[in-house]
């Protein structure tokens, strides 16, 4: 592995934050910006 | 640094600007404490990778040894590239509406950013105890006291990485899901980012200022005593003001919190609020005592100033000794 290609790390930063963010951020789509209620898991 | 900001741009642009216009009826706090830290953790970095790249660059140069990897220090920054962003639900660990197991892998991610401070740790000891032995030092621990302790460029920043220490270490509290609860808001949480951002790094750059700012100016730094004086009393400062926060918050101490007028407060917190007390007004000490030594002098020389004992090997690029 190329230390330097940064594309790739740039691409696993990006699959990396969309794992970590977003099934969170999916539940304010479309446009609602009302949480849900406690969330267990 | 775009991709962290964004958070917090969309947190603006899209929620809290409308909100005050009157654009769309209400905001959300969750999902606006949510985007924040999603740009709130990753701040952390943008002060603290300066003092890191420090570090790794001007530290063996300043001590006289040597970089212990170029590829493990590729590593460790792509390490940050990778894992500094998703990671902001540590800071909420206490906020409903987000699943346990959500909150538990960004705990997972935080530890795992704790890996490359880990290497760095590693690594600049390194360089510092092949410079202390170039120097004479011998045995498990005289290297130490033979790295050139008149220099205030490098004794900053030894004094930074030791007090970063402590402050990775009361982070790994503040990372774990569970021990988090204690001290959740608590005095312990500034006791931990004076012992980061309010050491390590402001420690780092004042170091990196009593080198560059003569460097540019080509003059000699005045009152190197003045600058030495200045960090150890930073230094044991900020660990007295520390010790203080930390023991509070260990006992309930609450953040953010006129103690003074606190109608709850306890009696086992007056020794935490009398060491914060004493160590912050220490630290604040600093900026009149460190401060004259970036005044101007004339130098007759106009040589950049040489703060370093003279490396002997190139810092990059270079195998470890051992062949590896």
Known sequence: VKLDNFKYWI??????????????????????????????? | VDAGLLGI??????????????????????????????????????????????????????AGGTLFSDPLTRVVFIMFLL???????????????????MKALHGVLTFGVFFPSMVTAFSVMYALEIGGRRRGGKGLVNWFLKLDWKNPALVAQILAMLT???????????????????????????????????????????????????YLKRQELVGRGLALTSQWLYFVGVLVMARGL???????????????????????????????????????????????SWWERSSSGRRPTRWTSPSPTPITHRRHPAGR
């Open chain 1, 11 to 41: 691409i696993a930063a990006v699959i990396l934050i969309l794992i970590a963010y977003g099934p969170f951020l999916a539940q304010y789509l479309p446009g609602n910006f009302t949480s849900r209620g406690y969330n267990f898991f």
């Open chain 2, 9 to 62: 741009a969309v947190e603006v642009v899209g929620l809290l600007i409308p909100w005050s216009l009157g654009l769309i009826p209400h905001s959300d706090p969750l999902l606006s404490r949510t985007l924040f830290w999603y740009s709130g953790h990753p701040i952390v970095y943008f002060w603290l990778l300066p003092a890191y790249v420090s570090w790794y660059v001007m530290i063996p140069r300043q």
């Open chain 2, 83 to 101: 894992l500094s962003i998703p990671t902001g639900f540590h800071h909420q660990y206490t906020d409903p509406g987000i699943g346990g197991g």
């Open chain 2, 164 to 214: 970063f220490t402590l402050g990775g270490i009361t982070g790994l509290i503040n990372a774990s899901y569970n021990l988090n609860q204690a001290i959740h808001n608590t005095a312990w949480v500034p006791g931990h980012f004076h012992m980061t951002v309010g050491s390590a790094v402001t420690m780092s750059f004042m170091g990196i200022a009593f080198w560059l700012i003569p």
């Open chain 2, 246 to 292: 930390i023991s509070g918050g260990l006992d309930g101490m609450p953040r953010r919190t006129e103690m003074l007028e606190a109608p709850y407060s306890k009696p086992s917190w007056e020794l935490a609020g009398m060491l914060t007390g004493f160590g912050g007004p220490s630290c604040s000490s600093v900026a009149p005592s460190s401060s004259p």
